[in-house]
């Protein structure tokens, strides 16, 4: 299973992105996307279950980052709004084999390859 994360860019404070993963196989799985600061650990922004009907999003992100999925293309996206320069990182998107999600890096098994978000002040 290869996971794909694009979207990433440079954007000024209060500005959008939309980051995309894109999954090479068909599965039942839920989804995380993580992200990491420079010299910081990696940790939970948001997940989807396989069906899309639950999601969690840390307390940073609530009600400015959306996560969707769109089985059709075997894609989830990550919409972000009204970035701040915090939010700057690599984004990671990976794969929790099942129907679950989970705020924990460890209980994912396949993960993308990064994609850098720098926003600006």
């Known amino acids: 299973v290869q996971l794909q994360a694009s979207g990433g860019g440079l954007v000024q404070a209060g500005g959008s992105l939309r980051l995309s993963c894109a999954a090479s196989?068909?599965?039942?799985?839920?989804l995380g996307w993580f992200r990491q600061g420079p010299g910081k650990e990696r940790t939970f922004v948001a997940a989807i279950t396989w069906s899309g009907s639950d999601t969690d999003y840390a307390d940073s992100v609530k009600g400015r980052f959306t996560i969707s999925r769109d089985h059709a293309k075997n894609t989830v996206y990550l919409q972000m709004n009204s970035l701040k320069p915090e939010d700057t990182a690599i984004y990671y998107c990976?794969?929790?084999?099942?129907?679950?999600?989970?705020?924990?890096?460890?209980?994912?098994?396949?993960w993308g390859q990064g994609t850098q978000v720098t926003v600006s002040s």
């Open positions: 990976a794969r929790r084999s099942g129907v679950g999600i989970s705020t924990m890096p460890f209980e994912y098994d396949y």
């Open positions: 196989k068909r599965a039942i799985y839920g």
